[in-house]
């Protein structure tokens, strides 16, 4: 197989296992203000107490990869992004210091409640703003002047899709993780998510399709119209059951959690369709931004053998700490 093509695709599973985990998370410190209750905002984030940091994993995962299988893209994407990754990297410290120091204090709990939430919040606008950049391309460019050119209209609408999505999965990951009164809130602030969220969707893929030549080609045209043709549907059916589970309150407390994850997922699908095969669109392949072959087949070595132990120790973080959360569980 490809040597581009594995490194892209352990990229893939970097990025889509960090979103849909981490995601949960910060969509959790996004929702925290909304929550009425002090209580709850401490049970919301206590369900998040044991695994927080270990879904960073996948950030760092993706990030390494990158770095070792295409150098070249790796170094164009933190020049031309490097404000947004700072921030994004300085929100991520205030919710882990937030996560340390909020149930050992008093008097100061109230500032790190909102450091929790700000950190949440302000960490996904600039993961967001990183995205649309990334889908809507950019221009190469050493001049300073130039630095902010990934401030447009595209990313700002991207930013705040991607707010919405992550507080979707927070609130299906507190509807799975709490009971009463809390979960009854998550309901319903997930059913305000998923709204926003399909909206988005829906004026994402029109834009793409509209400013993006290579997407529309892709999307509209046959034969690969045709096999594409399954994700918007399934996407559209992953939200009804979606709507239809959080309305009604029945069923398995795990199931909008799967169906908010699945939207995701598709969704991923239809962005990479767009994309492939440039990992800067319009700049760089995957091919003209590999790394030596050398290079890549030691690195993929170290890769082969890690990845297992990083999915071990999740599913076994997962399945311990599998319960509800109460007042009663400690950090």
Same mark, same amino acid.
């Given at each position: 197989?490809?040597?581009?093509?594995?490194?892209?695709?352990?990229?893939?599973?970097?990025?889509?296992?960090?979103? =849909?985990?981490?995601?949960?998370?910060?969509?959790?410190? !996004?929702?925290?203000?909304?929550?009425?209750?002090?209580?709850?905002?401490?049970?919301?984030?206590?369900?998040?107490?044991?695994?927080?940091?270990?879904?960073?994993?996948?950030?760092?995962? +993706?990030?390494?990869?990158?770095?070792?299988? &295409?150098?070249?893209?790796?170094?164009?994407? /933190?020049?031309?992004?490097?404000?947004?990754?700072?921030?994004?990297?300085?929100?991520?410290?205030?919710?882990?210091?937030?996560?340390?120091?909020?149930?050992?204090?008093?008097?100061?709990?109230?500032?790190?409640?909102?450091?929790?939430?700000?950190?949440? *919040?302000?960490? *996904?606008?600039?993961?967001?703003? !990183?995205?649309?950049? /990334?889908?809507?391309?950019?221009?190469? *460019?050493?001049?300073?002047?130039?630095?902010?050119?990934?401030?447009?209209? %595209?990313?700002?609408?991207?930013?705040?899709?991607?707010?919405?999505?992550?507080?979707?999965?927070?609130?299906?990951?507190?509807?799975?993780?709490?009971?009463?009164?809390?979960?009854?809130?998550?309901?319903?602030?997930?059913?305000?998510? /998923? &709204?926003?969220?399909?909206?988005?969707?829906? =004026?994402?893929?029109?834009?793409?399709?509209?400013?993006?030549?290579?997407?529309?080609?892709?999307?509209?045209?046959?034969?690969?119209?045709?096999?594409?043709?399954?994700?918007?549907?399934?996407?559209? $059916?992953?939200?009804?059951?979606?709507?239809?589970?959080?309305?009604?309150?029945? +069923?398995?407390?795990?199931?909008?959690?799967?169906?908010?994850?699945?939207?995701?997922?598709?969704? %991923?699908?239809?962005?990479?369709? +767009?994309?492939?095969? $440039?990992?800067?669109?319009?700049?760089? *392949?995957?091919?003209?931004?590999?790394?030596?072959?050398?290079?890549?087949?030691?690195? /993929?070595?170290?890769?082969?053998?890690?990845?297992?132990?990083?999915?071990?120790?999740?599913? $076994?973080?997962?399945?311990? %700490?599998?319960?509800?959360?109460?007042?009663?569980?400690?950090?």
């Amino acid at each position: 197989m490809d040597i581009a093509l594995i490194y892209l695709l352990l990229i893939a599973i970097g990025v889509l296992m960090y979103v =849909l985990l981490d995601g949960f998370s910060l969509g959790v410190g !996004i929702l925290s203000p909304w929550l009425n209750k002090a209580e709850d905002r401490a049970i919301a984030m206590k369900s998040l107490s044991h695994l927080w940091d270990s879904n960073q994993t996948w950030l760092v995962f +993706g990030g390494v990869v990158l770095f070792a299988g &295409f150098p070249k893209a790796y170094a164009t994407v /933190l020049s031309q992004l490097y404000l947004p990754i700072i921030l994004m990297l300085i929100a991520l410290i205030f919710r882990g210091v937030a996560f340390e120091f909020y149930f050992k204090s008093h008097t100061s709990r109230g500032w790190w409640d909102f450091s929790f939430s700000f950190g949440s *919040t302000l960490a *996904t606008l600039s993961q967001g703003i !990183i995205l649309g950049s /990334l889908v809507q391309g950019f221009t190469l *460019t050493p001049h300073a002047s130039e630095q902010i050119a990934w401030f447009t209209p %595209f990313s700002l609408m991207t930013a705040i899709a991607l707010v919405c999505g992550y507080a979707l999965l927070g609130s299906c990951w507190l509807v799975r993780k709490t009971s009463g009164r809390l979960q009854v809130s998550a309901r319903r602030l997930g059913i305000i998510s /998923l &709204f926003a969220v399909m909206f988005f969707l829906a =004026l994402v893929s029109v834009w793409m399709l509209l400013a993006q030549p290579q997407v529309f080609q892709r999307w509209l045209t046959w034969p690969t119209g045709l096999l594409l043709a399954p994700v918007p549907l399934l996407s559209a $059916y992953a939200g009804l059951r979606l709507w239809q589970t959080l309305r009604s309150g029945e +069923g398995n407390d795990l199931k909008p959690l799967g169906l908010a994850m699945a939207l995701f997922g598709l969704s %991923f699908i239809g962005l990479a369709a +767009g994309m492939f095969p $440039y990992i800067i669109p319009g700049q760089l *392949t995957i091919w003209e931004a590999i790394a030596p072959e050398r290079s890549t087949t030691f690195t /993929l070595v170290g890769i082969v053998l890690f990845l297992p132990v990083i999915i071990a120790y999740n599913i $076994y973080n997962y399945r311990v %700490f599998s319960g509800k959360t109460t007042t009663q569980d400690g950090y």
